[in-house]
């Protein structure tokens, strides 16, 4: 049995889907901060069949709740200080998202001038699509 110890100030980001905790720590910048991260991977669930569960020591402000909702708006954040969850933040997909994915259209002003933000409107909230603001491409919404 593996023993993953408790945090006592930070988030723990419950419910992600088996296999992405990786790629949600690369997205989220977790990389590039100085504190302690766990990934946990594929964890028994009885919800989920398998999960993954990363926990991190900071500030949950340092937490882009938009992009979170945009990979995955299932994962559960709960909010830790003094060793407790005080908070579960739910999230839900973010009515635009800035920066986060590339418009692949070639005749997109994106493509052209370099310094425009990728901004991606959410169109259809029932089938997750977005599109961009700019040309109106689909994005593929998993990143």
Known sequence: M???GQIEEGFVLDHIRAGESLDIYYKLGL????????????VRSDKMGKKDILKVECDVEMLDLEVLGFIDHNITVNVVKGGKIVEKKRLTLPKEI???????????????????PH????TDPKHEVYRCKYCEEKAVKRI
């Open 31 to 42: 990389d590039k901060i100085d504190n302690t991260v766990a990934i946990i991977k594929n």
């Open 98 to 116: 800035v920066n986060v994915i590339k418009c692949k259209n070639p005749r997109c002003i994106t493509s052209i001038e370099q310094e425009l």
């Open 119 to 122: 901004i991606f409107v959410l």
């Open 2 to 4: 593996l023993n993953i």
